[in-house]
């Protein structure tokens, strides 16, 4: 006699963005077989409908299935149809937080050994295909494992209006075009480890409006920092505003931009920066190098980052097993994978945390994030992948910034209130730095984040020489005041950064000849965009520079930033006077700097004129005075006692 299969049968394929999840409940899904041909057919303006027909084969004659249930990982889906040869199926759908389940009853039963039920499903979501700015994105599902999956065929159906595809992971079995669409198609074998990206735009565009709250509640004066947007191998970032001007604008070793403030005493300072940021899919860099130390610095451990704990690398040989792949990319990958499969976002943290904003969410670090593996946000994740990273030899360190995101259920945000998130990078030899994001892939059920990001992510600080150290934008406040810091919004217009220097030189004036002295050479950007490294040199006709060298780094200078070099000069001869310039040859600019030089003998004439008089004067009433003193004591030693003088005895 039959019995009953199922009242919840699995199909088999994963989550992407806001795709369906279906997971398998009550009856092992290797009694029945099935087999897919599905459509993403994305419309002008991205509302996609998703078509899917499935065969559905019984391998037993002891059960039978007469529905089944998915849950999809989206709260946006709506046109929810299906029908079997009978006509159409009884549909229930029930939404929850971030998901929608989807009950489906069969108008027949899959009943009997190699029976086969073919039916259809079909709904409609606003998830699938985001228009964000200058880039169309597109995603669909990764399949989940499944020993009876016998074929699985996706076909996504694109608007050329969309422009030429940027990025399409993994490359299509087939790419044609046909009555205004792009038909791109995959097969079960690309899609069993990750889904389809496929990005339509070569750049996005932002503007950001930032403030920073620094305060001094000491007793003396300090020199703090805040640090700003940075360019970075996918960004390039203009300032067109940064309200008070800082004292300069650095680079640390990381590639951030530190701007200089000076704090009095119980001193309380507002700062805002506005600029645009332009986002690319691509590396700018075409020869991508990492100095030695830095290499060094980017696997060591540190607070959050524990590569040396045994726990993690015990978990690291696991992980790459008795033979690991030789290849940089590879081994991230395998460490990626884990780190998706083993951790689970927990929601329920930063919704405790909303009546704490001042304090933020706890971070647990990487070990703590192995034990706790069902609590975590999006920097256990970045933190985990990082330890295992460094501890596998791989240079890795924390992006932390704003992403954009249409639904924070299944991308979540989870550094502060506002619209901060972290992610990490890892330094390949051949690419360079490459950014994955291990949160995202997780929170969307399969999203395919480790072989290329996209266009949504915006650094505001790198993190790699410290775990803790910068703060980014969004995260400075004053105790208790209550502030939304963090403006960034897309953007339509295009912009040219203008990187653009000043150069001073400051010498005594005039330069005494023969005399050692010393020139400065300041070189400030005035311009919007950083001005990349650079040798400068720096030279005059008669006047020596002790310590030139045939052309000095300047390194790249960021916008409102200065570098200061200073030189031992001096002239040949004490009497010389001569008309001279200073010449700084930067590039294809030269900038010049008219001096004097003046004899120290001549030009000191007047003065020491004045000198010689008074000294002498000094030195004629100091002989008469002295000779008077003298001639008084010499008296005074031959006086008697009664005051006459005394004579001297013949012998």
Known sequence: MLKKILAVLAIFFAIIISSPTISAQDQPSSDFASSYDVLYDVSEDGTTTITEKVALKNLTSQFYANQFKLTIGATQIFDIKGSDPAGPLEIDTQKQ????????????????????????????SNDFAQNLGKVWEIRA???????????????????TSFGEPTLISPTPRSQTVSQGKLFLTFDKEQLKDAGVSASFGTHQLFDFDLAYHLQNDGLVPVLTNIALPPDTSYQDIIFQFIDPRPINVT??????????????????????????????????????????????????????????????????????????????????????RYVVGALSYDQSRLEQNVN???????????????NTPKEAVCMEFTDLFIALSRAAGIPARELDGYAYTANTSLRPLSLTKDVLHAWPEYWDG????????????????????????????FVFAIKGVSSTQPIPAGSYKFQGIDTQDVGVTLS??????????????????????GIPSKVKVTISNVGNALYPPASFFLSSEKIDILNQQSSINMGAIPPFGNAEFEFNIRTTSLFESFEDEFKVRIGEQEFNQKVSVKPFLLFRTIPLIILSTVFMIVAIYGGVLGGLLYRRRVLKTHLTPDGTKSKKVKN
């Not at 599902?141 to 608007?159: A, D, F, H, K, Q």
């Not at 949160?439 to 399969?446: D, H, K, R, S």
């Not at 950064?497 to 330069?511: E, L, M, N, R």
């Open 97 to 124: 937080d971030t998901s929608t389940t989807i009950t489906i009853k069969f108008n027949q039963q899959v009943a009997g050994l190699g029976k086969v039920l073919p039916w259809t499903l079909q709904f409609k």
């Open 430 to 457: 051949t690419r360079g730095w490459v950014m994955i994001d291990p949160t995202w892939e997780n929170t969307t059920g399969g999203v395919d984040y480790f072989t290329k990001l996209d266009l949504n992510h």
């Open 356 to 370: 704490n904003a001042d304090q933020g969410v706890e971070r647990f670090g990487a070990v703590t994030a192995l």
């Open 492 to 513: 339509e217009n295009d912009f040219l950064g203008k990187p653009q220097i000043k150069v001073s030189v400051t010498a005594s004036d005039p330069i005494l000849a």
């Open 141 to 159: 599902p990764r399949i989940s494992s499944s020993t009876n999956l016998e074929s699985y065929n996706l076909t996504i159906s694109v608007p």
């Open 251 to 336: 680079l640390d070793k990381d590639g951030n931009y530190l701007a200089w403030y000076k704090l009095g005493r119980n001193q309380k300072l507002d700062i805002r920066v506005l600029g645009s940021a332009k986002i690319y899919s691509s590396s700018k860099v075409e020869k991508p190098t990492l100095d030695e130390n830095l290499r060094k610095i980017y696997t060591k451990a540190d607070k959050y980052w524990e590569k040396d704990h045994p726990q993690i690398v015990a978990l690291l040989d696991d992980i790459l097993g008795t033979t690991p792949p030789q290849n940089t990319e590879d081994k991230a990958r395998q460490i990626y």
